[in-house]
């Protein structure tokens, strides 16, 4: 055999790329899951610990003898940490896959992590922060986390090659996320501005998005909620161009809108959005799509709305109201991914009622919509006193109007307009509306939640909405466990 002073593994020295020495896998030989062999011992290699997890855990996906990599914390404390983002934070940060054997923070985020210190660190630190919120006695440990993630961080950050990995953006958008959390929203746009440029080093967000799906979708949806408004552009209707892709389902034949909405008078961007989320939701009802399409729907319906108003032309009241009432109802029927929305969905419903303060007689004729708009405007402000009365009173009025007595006749004109056939999706709605009929003394059936609804259980409902943590949010202030995470 001959002799050779060569440091990096035999797959990296093949390949003719930078090897980060790791033992006794370097990363990209994690990632590609391949066999990792040294000629030589790495001079350069950090040092690594054994995990030990507890008996009895049922992640497939993680192997109890992987190693990973050194931090400063005590062994015991990392593992309990290791724990904790196996076993809660993963699905915290995406619900939309409950599974162990599919959710992708399981199956590619941790493996990733156990080759990329930065990204094990950055990983360590968002359990830590939700166990130090929940024992309230500082947050010793998650400072330790933060200044090696940084660190460690600036290092890869310096090297061209390391700078666009995978594991270095899903590290910043996750440091993103979590000073946004503490309300440090300067150095979060900071993190976002950084994940941009590593994001046009890559090609652009639908080339990250042809090789590393998980990466792509987290670096879009929670650059959107850290700085407000959109980030990245979208593809066009074919799915050409750059920006964020369309579902399959999107590019689907446009079918012309022949009840009451064909006449709205709403701009074409946004009815175009609007026809093509009923036809896609239409379809939906014989071939329901997965969680993660439903993600991949939400975050390019989202942004195509979203950016279409930032744009120099001025559209009507009725246009507004319809957009942000489509965008307010994607985020309802999604629920929260990877980091809260909930200051962004504030500011949407400040939006729609704003708008809808504005127009007074385009809706008399479609009363299907103002309902709707009604109901999505109930769920999306139950968090906010002033503005959930607002929508309240206008869906007692709308309610009068049409002389609606049950809340099959409210789901009826709700369908009407924009509506996806879901388990869960009257149990969001129905509560809201149940308080009406049963306050004027119609007959209402059985609801779908797990207890009678009275006018107490429905002020509950409204203080806690789905995906928010207890009390009422302020920007900088962490009110629960999940507000420095970003979760709820």
């Not at 020295?13 to 990209?28: E, F, Q, V, Y």
């Not at 900071?190 to 967000?205: Q, S, Y």
């Not at 209402?444 to 009275?454: L, N």
Request: net charge positive; hydrophobic share 40%.
């Amino acid at each position: 055999m001959r002799h050779t002073l060569r440091r990096s593994c035999s797959a990296c020295a093949k390949s003719k790329h930078s090897c980060d020495l790791g033992t006794p896998r370097c990363s990209r030989c994690v990632k590609r899951k391949v066999q990792c062999l040294y000629a030589n011992e790495p001079l350069t290699a950090p040092q690594k610990k054994t995990i030990i997890l507890p008996l009895g855990t049922r992640f497939s996906s993680v192997d109890p003898f992987e190693s990973y990599p050194q931090t400063r914390l005590p062994r015991d404390h990392v593992q309990r940490l290791i724990h904790s983002f196996l076993h809660k934070i993963a699905f915290q940060y995406y619900p939309l896959d409950l599974s162990p054997t599919s959710n992708p923070f399981l199956v590619s985020w941790w493996p990733q992590a156990l080759g990329d210190p930065a990204l094990f660190h950055v990983s360590l630190q968002t359990a830590c922060l939700d166990e130090e919120l929940l024992a309230q006695r500082g947050f010793q440990a998650s400072t330790v986390l933060m200044a090696d993630s940084v660190a460690l961080l600036r290092r890869k950050v310096e090297d061209s090659a390391l700078a666009v990995q995978d594991g270095t953006m899903n590290s910043v958008i996750t440091l993103a996320a979590i000073e946004f959390g503490k309300g440090n929203t300067r150095v979060s746009e900071m993190h976002v501005a950084g994940v941009k440029r590593l994001v046009d080093l890559r090609g652009g967000i639908s080339s990250v998005r042809r090789t590393s799906p998980l990466t792509a979708r987290m670096v879009s949806w929670v650059s959107l909620l850290v700085m407000g408004h959109p980030q990245f552009d979208t593809q066009d209707d074919a799915g050409i161009g750059d920006g964020i892709p369309p579902i399959p389902e999107w590019r689907l034949d446009l079918p012309i809108l022949e009840d009451q909405l064909g006449n709205l008078n709403i701009d074409h961007p946004v009815k175009n959005v609007l026809t093509r989320l009923r036809c896609v939701f239409e379809r939906a009802q014989s071939a329901p799509f997965p969680n993660t399409r439903l993600h991949d729907l939400t975050c390019f319906a989202v942004h195509r709305l979203l950016l279409t108003a930032a744009g120099a032309h001025v559209s009507s009241p009725t246009t507004e109201c319809i957009r942000y009432g489509i965008v307010l109802y994607m985020f309802i029927i999604q629920g929260p991914t990877y980091f809260s929305h909930a200051a962004l969905m504030n500011k949407l419903v400040t939006n729609l009622r704003q708008h809808l303060e504005q127009q007074q007689f385009e809706f008399a004729a479609h009363q299907d919509v103002n309902v709707w708009l009604a109901a999505v405007g109930l769920v999306a402000s139950a968090n906010n006193t002033a503005h959930y009365e607002w929508f309240a009173e206008r869906a007692r009025a709308a309610s009068a109007s049409l002389q609606l007595r049950s809340w099959t006749d409210t789901l009826s004109c709700i369908k009407r307009v924009l509506w996806l056939e879901r388990v869960q999706s009257e149990g969001i709605f129905r509560p809201h509306w149940d308080m009406f009929f049963i306050s004027s003394h119609n007959d209402v059936t059985t609801t779908d939640i797990s207890q009678p609804t009275t006018p107490r259980s429905l002020v509950a409902i409204r203080s806690l909405p789905r995906g928010s943590p207890p009390g009422k949010k302020q920007s900088g202030v962490v009110t629960s466990s999940m507000d420095v995470i970003g979760f709820g």
